[in-house]
């Protein structure tokens, strides 16, 4: 009965690399995010979608591709991977008011680039 | 300066102890505000919502002092269990939710 799941939790791959997370909430929520928290342990937005459509996008690198195929699910995938991407990246999903609702998590997804 | 400020610490207070969060904010805008707990290797997860008029949930008391821009927590008796980094979050009055993360205040208690 998880809430919001994550695949991979744990990825190791060399600078140059592509590669994609995937998200998943069964809270019948309709915004999701993705959060960056990096090693000194500030989280920090990138990308947010509401009912698919892309409604926050902080200045992220264009390497870094959201992909929301439907209400439930928001992908994360990265090209050309750098050192610098090396963080954990959290989804997290809420209901839709506008107003700061109460976000859910995702376990997270501890990303090493070598 | 960052849109939320908070004492990384880390607090090393003894099991039974009361101790106190601050965090600042400098965005005006802000209109909501939540505490956020987050264990080491974990997730965050929501502590609590904060309100002008304070609340209170069993031994965690929020304040917000929107003239002062500050929020406050206030654990009483601490148990072992509260060891965790408490994150401030403030939320703009847009139609985004986006939320603005603090660094987070680290607790350790001890026995």
């Known amino acids: 009965d998880t809430a919001v799941s994550q695949t991979p939790k744990y990825l190791v791959t060399q600078m140059g690399n592509d590669k994609s997370i995937k998200c998943e909430q069964n809270l019948g929520h309709d915004t999701m995010y993705w959060y960056k928290q990096d090693s000194k342990k500030f989280l920090k937005i990138m990308f947010s979608y509401n009912n698919k459509e892309l409604i926050i996008n902080e200045t992220v690198p264009n390497r870094f591709s959201p992909k929301s195929p439907d209400k439930a699910h928001l992908n994360l995938h990265i090209n050309s991977l750098e050192l610098g991407d090396s963080a954990v990246y959290f989804c997290a999903s809420s209901s839709w008011t506008g107003e700061g609702d109460t976000q859910y998590f995702g376990p997270g997804t501890r990303l090493t680039v070598l | 300066r960052k849109e939320v400020e908070q004492d990384p610490g880390p607090f090393n207070v003894p099991e039974g102890a009361t101790v106190a969060f601050n965090c600042t904010y400098s965005?005006?805008?802000?209109?909501?505000f939540f505490w956020y707990r987050q264990d080491c290797r974990k997730e965050p997860k929501l502590l609590m919502s904060?309100?002008?008029s304070g609340n209170e949930d069993g031994r965690f008391t929020a304040q917000l002092n929107r003239a002062s821009q500050y929020i406050s927590l206030l654990i009483r008796d601490s148990k072992l269990s509260d060891s965790a980094t408490y994150l401030c979050v403030s939320s703009r009055s847009s139609n985004t939710g986006k939320l603005i993360f603090g660094q987070g205040t680290t607790l350790q208690v001890k026995p």
């Open positions: 904060v309100y002008s």
């Open positions: 965005n005006s805008a802000s209109q909501s």
